[in-house]
């Protein structure tokens, strides 16, 4: 079976990685995965805990969008 995309291991590798599920694409620059995956492993539990304890909603996520190159190109 694979692994569940919403499951805690998958969060954890996501924030850890910065990959989509923990091993798709690379996820766009906003999300600051680099500091976040800093936290140990005990925290990132923590906070999917938190997160997994909201009643999920129905929301069709937009493809990601790049950002343009720097400089403004046309
Ligand atoms: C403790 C703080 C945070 C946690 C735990 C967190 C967690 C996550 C997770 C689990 C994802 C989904 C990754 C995936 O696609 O599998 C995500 C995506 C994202 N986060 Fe965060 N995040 C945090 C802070 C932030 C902040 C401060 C920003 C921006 C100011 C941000 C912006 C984004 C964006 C834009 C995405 C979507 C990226 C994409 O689809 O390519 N996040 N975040």
New binding site residues.
Partial sequence: MEEDPYGTDA?IK??RTGR???GGRA??P???WTW?GTMTDEDLEA?VACLQSIPPIRNRVPV?VPPAPAGGAT
Avoid: D, S
């Fill in positions: 969060i996501a924030m989509h599920f923990g996820v766009l906003p999300m600051p976040v906070i990601p």
